[in-house]
């Protein structure tokens, strides 16, 4: 059975800490790793990794994938209050299903 | 574009009441699908399409049903509504190729009492 683990499941930090969200995978025909920013409504994208070991970033964001050891993390340097959310990270498979992980909820506390 | 969109934002159904989840996307996606949000569950898959006139089962189809008939639309029935089915409904629409990055729409709260 395919499956997609987070870790933490919840965060508190302070404003301008650094957090890495950590995300671990096993699914069949796996075809990428994504990962998603949901406040209130739906997820929003944020990242998708198909290589290991090549970072990708996006302001004070950034993502790795380790295909060897099934994982992937988020990195938020200098966070801020926005940041607050829940972040999901999902496998795909070959045919377009996402499995999802139940998410990491972080607060940013000011 | 207006992206993928999802009717209605709310309902409530009685048990036993059927109804449609609507969902549309004007980006020429091929691929749809159709996830529920429960509590401490994260997204689960109930149903996808890989494009008109092809549908298949995700993890929890069961008492839902789905058809494809144009690339637009992708709609999400309940039969015969139960309280287990209460949760959040999004539709993600993606443009294809494997692995690709899918696009949310906006959700559906359902409560079935």
């Known amino acids: 059975e395919d499956k997609v683990v987070q870790s933490p499941l919840s965060l508190v930090v302070h404003e301008g800490d650094t957090v890495t969200l950590n995300c671990s995978y096993e699914v069949t025909n796996f075809r990428s790793l994504l990962w998603y920013k949901q406040e209130k409504k739906a997820p929003t994208f944020l990242f998708m990794l198909?290589?290991?070991?090549i970072e990708k970033k996006s302001g004070r964001l950034s993502s790795i994938l380790d295909k060897k050891e099934l994982f992937s993390i988020l990195n938020i340097t200098a966070t801020q209050t926005g940041d607050s959310a829940v972040y999901l990270c999902?496998?795909?498979?070959?045919?377009?299903?996402?499995?999802f992980g139940t998410g990491t909820r972080l607060l940013v506390s000011p | 574009n207006a992206g993928v969109t999802q009717t209605p934002k709310f309902q409530v159904l009685k048990t036993g009441q059927s109804m449609t989840l609507q969902c549309a996307q004007d980006m020429n996606h091929e691929y749809m699908s159709w996830y529920r949000q429960d509590p401490g569950m994260g997204l689960r898959l109930i149903h996808y399409s890989v494009g008109a006139g092809i549908t298949d089962q995700g993890e929890v189809p069961n008492g839902y049903n789905v058809s494809r008939s144009t690339t637009e639309d992708f709609p999400l029935r309940l039969l015969s509504a139960a309280p287990s089915q209460t949760s959040v409904y999004f539709c993600a629409s993606t443009p294809g190729g494997g692995g690709a990055e899918q696009y949310f729409g906006p959700g559906t709260r359902l409560t079935v009492t």
């Open positions: 198909t290589s290991s070991g």
């Open positions: 999902a496998g795909s498979t070959g045919f377009q299903k996402l499995v």
